[in-house]
């Protein structure tokens, strides 16, 4: 990593870790009460499986201001929610797996199903993002997911979608980074048609935001409490998710 690149990752990570509070000048390190408490999560976990993708929206960070949309997280879980709820997801210290408590206790979240897929579908999205354990954080937010594709398993592009360990030594000329949508993305990118995951530019950049994994690609299975039609407007969700939002809580009143 250049000198340049390590002082943009500490000032990315700096932003990270700011959220508004009460306490002097507004800004502390720290942490805030959040609005989906314990009990919440623990209702939530028995319905989810493992290739299911969650979204949050932690408010008071000040990193918000500078990602797109009313979601700012993305993560995909990697084994079933009751017997061993675990996760993987892009975070400042790079790509990691951990219990799927820590984004789950949050102020605002979504997990969404994947609609269309087969079992082996699934394990072949958790294998995928497993292999990438350890990657670091992209500051860049390249958004490369062709390129790490097919230069994790040689030029083998269809062999790289399932078995990608023996390409690793190719990642050496890459920028092998993952950004939190990227690496959940890059997880599910074999079925990325199904699922409507299209790159679009914003701020400068051709990637995938967490807001648009709300598609008709997915089916909402469990939302906090906390996330209204109302909320998700003036957050300015765009109208498919609002209308997704909509129907869950039209079917579960």
């Known amino acids: 990593m ?38 919440e999560v623990l209702e939530a976990l028995p319905k989810i499986e493992f290739g299911d993708v969650g979204l949050h929206y932690d408010a ?42 820590y984004p789950l206790f949050s102020d605002y979240a979504i997990i969404l199903s994947p609609k269309n897929v087969s079992l082996e579908e699934r394990k072949g999205a958790c294998k995928k993002v497993k292999n990438i354990i350890g990657a670091n954080y992209d500051i860049h937010f390249k958004f490369n997911i062709d390129e790490e594709l097919q230069f994790y398993n040689g030029n083998d592009v269809q062999g790289a979608k399932l078995d990608l360990k023996h390409g690793q030594p190719h990642l050496q000329k890459y920028d092998y980074a993952f950004s939190c949508t990227e690496a959940v993305s890059y997880a599910w990118w074999h079925k990325r048609e199904n699922l409507n995951l299209h790159k679009k530019v914003r701020l400068g950049k051709n990637c995938i935001i967490a807001d648009d994994f709300l598609n008709s690609g997915w089916t909402i299975k469990w939302i906090s409490k906390s996330i209204t039609v109302d909320k998700a407007k003036d957050k300015g969700l765009h109208e498919e998710g609002i209308q997704m939002i909509a129907d869950y809580w039209n079917l579960n009143k």
């Open 60 to 101: 008071g960070y000040l990193s918000n201001k500078f990602i797109p949309g009313f979601m700012k997280h993305a993560w995909i879980h990697t084994d079933d929610g009751v017997v061993n709820p675990l996760i993987v997801e892009a975070i400042s210290e790079g790509v990691i797996q951990r219990s799927a408590l």
């Open 2 to 39: 250049s000198l340049i690149d390590y002082f943009k990752a500490k000032i990315v990570f700096l932003f990270g870790d700011i959220h508004k509070t009460s306490s002097l000048l507004g800004f502390s390190w720290g942490t805030h009460k959040h609005k989906i408490d314990y009990s």
